[in-house]
């Protein structure tokens, strides 16, 4: 199996739920579902779900000299990540509180911390020489990381033969393209959410989206899209939507992007062919959303199979 790296965001996730409304200030509402403390943050979900499938990956980020830092190093060694890339600054580790509706969607409260302040030149070279697949999570939130310096260590890697993939989170500054744009070119493949992308180019359709993103630079693209499932256009191929194994009440949705990530990448690193890999991205974001937190439905790859085809099967 081909190794991968996963850099990027790393969050300490503070879950409230059901939550349906806001309290107005000076108020109070009760999350009668209580609280739970779980890892979270697209590189780090995506390490543990990868390591929970069965892979090895290795974890680059950076996390707070506190608690929070303590708990996402445990959370990501515990199935078997790699966690020597994880390094440790003067500032507290990303903390996001997630307002999870009686529906299984989700809202977040964002610090930004130690996830913002993680920089290009804190990605260690032998890491990235040992691994064969880099995969830049939640850009968007990566603020040091974000544009130049990520087009330039990509633009390194692709040029040192590594397979170069990236994925998106929500901005909460605006900037959308002039974050992504840089990057593009040097992209083996890019997998953003359709609502993301949608920011990043000001289009909806799907071959609308995909036609503006390779007007970027842009090559290979797998749009996510939910339940109505991903939308594949890789060049050379007639573009394909792979449809969803949708999951009846969610417990929680939180995730379920990262956790496809994880699982087209596992089907990469095995070689698998191009449909496989998306049916079992699909199959590991429908497991995902069936746990609160974003990891903890994760099965491993024999599990997952056996779900994919006994939904298969059912229908």
């Known amino acids: ?39 979270g943050g697209c590189a780090t979900n995506c390490a543990i779900s990868l390591a929970k499938l069965g892979a090895k990956p290795y974890a680059a980020c950076k ?24 390094v440790t600054g003067s500032v507290a580790t990303t903390t996001s509180i997630v307002i999870i509706a009686s529906s299984g969607e989700r809202s ?13 030149e804190e990605i260690s070279p032998e ?16 603020f040091s990381l974000d544009g130049q310096p990520c087009a330039d260590y990509m633009k390194a890697a692709k040029a040192a033969g590594k ?16 974050l992504v744009q840089p990057t593009l070119p040097h992209l083996d493949l890019f997998m953003p959410s359709i609502d993301e992308a949608a920011m990043i ?15 970027l630079g842009s090559g290979n693209i797998i749009l996510k899209m ?35 990530c994880a699982g087209y990448l596992y089907g990469l690193a095995n070689d698998w062919e191009l449909r496989k890999r998306i049916e079992f991205a699909n199959g590991v974001g429908a497991c995902s959303v069936t746990a609160v937190g974003a990891t903890a439905g994760i099965k491993t790859a024999a599990e997952t199979e ?8 059912n229908g």
């Open 226 to 260: 939910g339940s109505k499932g991903a939308y594949v256009d890789f060049i050379g191929e007639t573009p394909f939507i792979m449809p969803p194994f949708l999951i009846d009440n969610p417990a929680d949705t939180t995730g379920a992007g990262d956790a496809f």
């Open 127 to 142: 890491l990235t020489a040992k691994c064969d697949i880099v995969f830049v999570a939640g850009c968007g939130l990566n």
């Open 63 to 86: 996390v707070g000299a506190d608690a929070f830092g303590d708990m996402v190093k445990k959370e990501l060694a515990a199935p078997g990540a790699d966690i020597s890339g994880v």
């Open 108 to 120: 977040f409260l964002y610090s930004p911390g130690s996830a913002a302040d993680f920089k290009a």
């Open 163 to 178: 397979f170069t993939v990236m994925d998106t989170a929500w901005d909460p500054r605006g900037y959308w393209d002039h």
């Open 1 to 39: 199996m081909k190794k991968i790296l996963c850099i990027g965001s790393v969050t300490a996730d503070v879950i409230l739920k059901p939550v349906d409304e806001l309290p107005p200030l000076g108020t109070l509402v009760v999350a009668k579902g209580g609280v739970e403390v779980h890892t």
């Open 306 to 313: 056996k779900f994919i085809e006994e939904r298969k099967r």
């Open 201 to 215: 180019v000001g289009e909806r359709e799907p071959e609308k989206v995909v036609a503006a993103l390779r007007n």
